[in-house]
């Protein structure tokens, strides 16, 4: 398996299924915008109390021409209680619209595809893609507002 | 099918089951303490952001001698995925240490009959028990912190 | 000099003059009521973020025929910029509109009258009078709403 | 007198004296890297509370080498209150090291000269200026720490 590498191309996302969108995301047709991609779990606190309400300010803040914001869910433990059917109620009742990938199951381990080929260490995990395409931030845990949207901010101006 | 009114005694809890407690818990064996029962669901936003935390500093402020907490899981919507063993996850992840029942089911109706019973208008709701076991608060919503403390010392002071 | 100890009746405040009131404040005079005392400096960073503010709260929170708000401005440093005309900007810029006494400045010590008289610590401080009229609480530094919500919820069901 | 357009040269500041600075500050010796110039008044609430925290925020959150942050004390009511020696108080009290110029002046208006010269319509205002030297924002108000950052990160990449 590839694995993703800071300032290296993203590796397109590997999902089951798409929430929020009529058809599945593919990062290689968002060459051209910033994408900010918010990895979580619907009932990680990090991720509900920080994660996603930045992500939704991210959505709110910036034009939708010039940043991507999606969301991925990295689903490692307690599988059976963070299915589809309790993310869509989940993403219904927290007013997420922008679109959520599923992460796609492995055979063999409690750990899904995209999460293993990023190598994310957790949830939340923020992953930000330059306008090239390529992988620029990789990020576990709580960032600040001011410097995430520095980060973003820069990536808009090349 | 009895409907509780203010400064009358509480109504039982009719609960399915208790999660952080290794006995059902009685209204009637606490008479003598305070009771601080928050009641919500565990995918309802202002449950999760405000009520749940504001539980936990309850139980962090005050002595369980002089206060109880509970929880009650009022499931009133999406039954499918906010099940026993999904709130039993939630309770984990969130580090919520106090006793929590599951409300009743209805037959016929989506609302259990704890809350039916408390005609609970929604989740959050709190509802506060003096000491001589009768209900004297029952408020539907966010309440600020110093406005709940004074309830509480009021309740404790007599 | 008396000094002020807890569960005792509170020392009557000495002061140079009132703000927003049109007339000098008398606890005796308020025998019957709880009287909440925030002590300040109008330069204190923790007065300003988190004292005051509480105060406000505090004023907003319960009636005045139960409550009485109460400030004191006690500089113990920087009396140069900390005067009568600076308060009253301070004040009118801030909205503070309960009644602010000056602590009468002491001879000979940086520290004033009452100030001294209450043993202060520093600022913010915070006094409870209970409805006799003794001194029920002496606090130095940040207290949580729901904690102080619950200190005057119990004085106000005595 | 010049009046300052956006995306055209920086007029220099006009003061009277720079605290938490040996020497004055020019900004045309700080051609190269973005300047944060956040302008208050001492007693202004909304710049203690929100405009100088999240100018000592973006001190903390970029190098010096790439960002400068500088505060303008633009008084123009209450000034015999809001002097030089209560403004060193000020700064010492809330901790604030970067260096604050204090504007000049103007004879025979309240408002002083570079906040005239700037059009600032109040406090706090915040201008951003370029590695070129041309105001690119000036904001008065409060603005998120995610758009401020934005704004600062498409600058530091030009």
Redesign the interface.
């Known amino acids: 398996m590839k694995t993703q590498n800071i300032n290296t191309p993203a590796i397109e996302l590997n999902t089951s299924t798409w929430l929020n969108s009529d058809r599945p995301i593919k990062l290689n047709e968002l060459i051209g915008r910033v994408v900010v991609l918010h990895t979580f779990q619907m ?3 990090g991720c ?2 920080h994660g996603l309400p ?1 992500a939704i ?2 959505r709110n ?2 034009s939708e021409a010039d940043v991507v914001v999606l969301g991925l869910h990295t689903v490692f433990e ?1 599988h ?2 963070m ?1 589809k ?2 993310l869509q ?2 993403l219904h ?2 007013n997420i619209h922008f679109p959520v990938g599923i992460d796609q199951a492995a055979a063999g381990s409690d750990i899904p595809l995209t999460m293993q080929a990023y190598g994310l260490r957790g949830t939340p995990s923020i992953i930000l893609i330059d306008r090239k395409g390529q992988v620029r931030l990789n990020y576990f845990g709580v960032i ?15």
Chains 1, 2, 3, 4 share one sequence.
């Open positions: 009932l990680c606190p509900v109390l930045q300010k991210v803040s910036f307690h059976s209680v299915g059917e309790a109620v989940f009742e927290y600040d507002d001011m410097l995430l949207g520095a980060h973003i901010g820069q990536l808009m101006a090349e």
